[in-house]
């Protein structure tokens, strides 16, 4: 893992602890996860994961449309679900996109994290997030 990873994953268990559920990169041709756990790993067994992110790729449409559309930035997006929390925002010239889940009923401030993110990639100079550009649409 990279040490831009390494530092990405350490700020997400800083934020959610115990309660982070996965942590995922993804940018327009691949997508890799950076920290499952197990539980998560067990549920999303059953899943189609390029699926699931192929979905989260739409964002980058989004992103674009917001930024014509309003008088600030896009930052991020939280969805709730009934036992999870999503988060995502997307960093760098590329970009690259960063999605995690959290269990739900901790009133965390997502702003701040988002705050965090950007501050490493700055610091990381938008070094790539990915472990292995190889092993982008597969699990490494």
Same mark, same amino acid.
């Given at each position: 893992? /990279?040490? *831009?990873? *390494? ?8 934020? $959610?602890?115990?309660?982070?559920? !996965? ?15 197990? &539980? ?7 899943? =189609?994961? /390029? +699926?699931?992110?192929?979905?989260? @790729?739409?964002?980058?449409? #989004?992103?674009? #449309?917001?930024?014509? %559309?309003?008088?600030?930035?896009? $930052? ?5 679900? =009934?036992?999870?929390? +999503?988060?995502? #925002?997307?960093?760098? =010239?590329?970009? #690259?996109?960063?999605? *995690?889940?959290? &269990? ?15 501050? %490493?990639? !700055?610091?990381? &100079?938008?070094?790539?997030?990915? /472990? &292995?550009?190889?092993? @982008? !649409?597969?699990?490494?």
């Amino acid at each position: 893992m /990279s040490d *831009a990873a *390494a530092r990405l994953v350490e700020a997400f268990r800083s934020f $959610g602890g115990d309660d982070l559920r !996965d942590l995922w990169v993804f940018d327009h041709h691949g997508y890799e996860h950076l920290y499952v756990r197990e &539980d998560v790993s067990d549920a999303l067994e059953c899943l =189609d994961i /390029s +699926q699931f992110i192929d979905n989260e @790729r739409f964002g980058y449409v #989004t992103r674009d #449309t917001y930024e014509t %559309l309003y008088y600030a930035d896009y $930052g991020y997006t939280v969805r709730g679900f =009934d036992s999870f929390e +999503q988060f995502r #925002t997307f960093v760098g =010239d590329r970009p #690259t996109g960063i999605l *995690a889940g959290f &269990d739900r009923g901790a009133g965390r401030d997502f702003a701040a994290l988002h705050d965090r993110v950007c501050a %490493l990639n !700055d610091e990381f &100079d938008g070094a790539d997030l990915f /472990s &292995d550009p190889t092993a @982008r !649409d597969r699990l490494p």
